[in-house]
């Protein structure tokens, strides 16, 4: 899952983004409501954490501009800003939740899994890139509506690489969305590379088209042609 983080206190947003790596998410930064909105439009997300007091543009404005491109990521608003006037702006503006600085932990997360949750029951419950289908319900791949015969970490690691389609990987973000806080990188930097060859491996048995590419010095990723 990919979450965007617009943020212009540089050490919240930071610790924002550690808190949820930590949990499996995969995450972005902008610093400012122009960066905010140019990676909202041009790039895939999950959810988005959007603060109100951004500078170049201010989350309302983010907001509305988002709306208005039918962009309809779920949106959980962060803010200092706790009038009721303040809350009914952020809402008609598009947000989805609104969550007041400063704000406890597991309360982010919570929402944050609330509206994630949500969010995918209203989508279809597939992921495809090419002859790829990866079924996120019963957690089933199919390859020219062949089964593959993926383990839990192969499916996992697939899942992610798809929702992230167009977007290199790197093994480290890979190993902390599979393996979260067990996973040790100096002990265990070849696992990815042996999961990505057996995936691959299960792949090729039913087509030819090289689904996961191998992007030198970084990592991985699917490319949707």
Do not use: C
């Not at 697939?158 to 890979?174: F, G, Q």
């Not at 067990?182 to 088209?209: G, Q």
């Amino acid at each position: 899952m990919r979450i965007l983080i617009i943020e212009d206190e540089e050490s919240l947003a930071r610790n924002i983004s550690d808190i949820l790596n930590k949990e499996g998410y995969v995450t972005d930064i902008a610093s400012d409501g122009e960066q905010g909105l140019r990676k909202g439009l041009s790039e895939e997300y999950n959810l988005m954490i959007l603060d109100i007091l951004l500078p170049k543009l201010n989350g309302y404005e983010v907001l509305r501009e988002l709306r208005r491109q039918k962009i309809n990521t779920p949106v959980l608003i962060l803010t200092i800003k706790n009038s009721v006037d303040n809350r009914v702006e952020g809402l008609d503006s598009g947000a989805d939740d609104y969550l007041i600085k400063p704000f406890a932990i597991p309360e982010l997360l919570a929402r944050i899994r609330t509206l994630l949750r949500r969010n995918s029951d209203d989508k279809s419950a597939t992921l495809a890139v090419g002859n790829l289908i990866l079924d996120t319900k019963k957690q089933e791949a199919f390859v020219n509506k062949k089964l593959l015969n993926l383990t839990q970490k192969e499916y996992s690691i697939l899942e992610l690489l798809l929702y992230n389609k167009n977007r290199v990987l790197s093994r480290l973000a890979i190993a902390e969305y599979v393996w979260g806080d067990n996973f040790d990188l100096f002990s265990m930097t070849n696992f990815i590379d042996v999961h990505i060859k057996n995936i691959r491996k299960k792949i090729d048995e039913f087509s030819e088209e090289k689904i996961i590419k191998t992007v030198r010095g970084i990592g991985f990723m699917v490319e949707e042609n």
